[in-house]
């Protein structure tokens, strides 16, 4: 398997704009978790999916970000209007759904960057 | 809600041993997992604890007490390439959530 996909690796955009982050997760997971990280705040949970449905939203820092996963193979996190505050790295992963099964695997990260 | 507690940076010697403390405060509690991530790459999973004691996996061990809501990593026989941030993470039987992490600097 490749792992967790994520794309763009980099995004660069002006305030205003509005940006949009792409996830496949691991063929077969029943789980997708999207975590952001910064220096000052770590790694937070923003939101996760079980079975394609959100499930906790609490993470979400403001109604410009919202998220979707449309099918098994595919989510997407948009924020919408960008501020420079939501500069950071934006991690996807992905978890089975079997009992006694805790690893998450993370995808390699956007770093989105907001002018 | 949930806190999590870790020092912010170690410095250990290659060849040495480390010991990373992580505590933890939550309403839900199922096991405590540790993350690797080196400079510019994703976390990476390295251990789960559930019950009380110590796990070990190679040059890693994980210790967990419940009852004093505590954990820490312990990495033996440090290489240059432990230099890295190391993550204590408390997993509410869903999700994981984070704490802020610790700065290993290996040195020779």
């Known amino acids: 398997d490749a792992g967790v996909i994520q794309s763009p690796r980099h995004e660069v955009t002006e305030m205003g704009q509005e940006v949009t982050l792409r996830c496949k997760p691991i063929?077969?997971?029943?789980?997708l978790f999207w975590y952001r990280q910064t220096m000052m705040r770590g790694l937070e949970l923003l939101i996760y999916?079980?079975?394609?449905?959100?499930?906790?939203d609490s993470g979400m820092p403001e109604d410009r970000f919202s998220a979707k996963m449309p099918n098994a193979s595919f989510s997407t996190l948009k924020i919408q209007p960008s501020e420079p505050r939501d500069s950071a790295v934006y991690f996807c992963?992905?978890?089975?759904?079997?009992?006694?099964?805790?690893?998450?695997?993370f995808g390699p990260g956007t770093r989105l960057t907001v002018t | 809600g949930q806190s999590l507690e870790q020092p912010s940076e170690v410095t250990a010697v290659e060849g040495a041993i480390v010991q990373i403390n992580c505590t933890y405060q939550t309403s839900g509690f199922y096991g405590l997992s540790w993350y690797q991530q080196h400079d510019g790459g994703a976390p990476t999973f390295l251990s789960y604890?559930?019950?009380?004691g110590l796990e070990e996996t190679g040059r890693f061990s994980s210790f967990l007490s419940r009852s004093d809501s505590y954990g820490y990593l312990l990495l033996q026989e440090l290489q240059m390439k432990d230099s890295a941030s190391y993550f204590c993470a408390v997993f509410s039987g869903y999700a994981l959530n984070f704490g802020k992490g610790t700065s290993l600097l290996v040195t020779p």
């Open positions: 992963a992905s978890r089975g759904g079997e009992q006694d099964t805790y690893e998450q695997y």
């Open positions: 063929s077969g997971h029943d789980y």
């Open positions: 999916f079980n079975n394609n449905v959100p499930i906790d």
């Open positions: 604890n559930a019950l009380d």
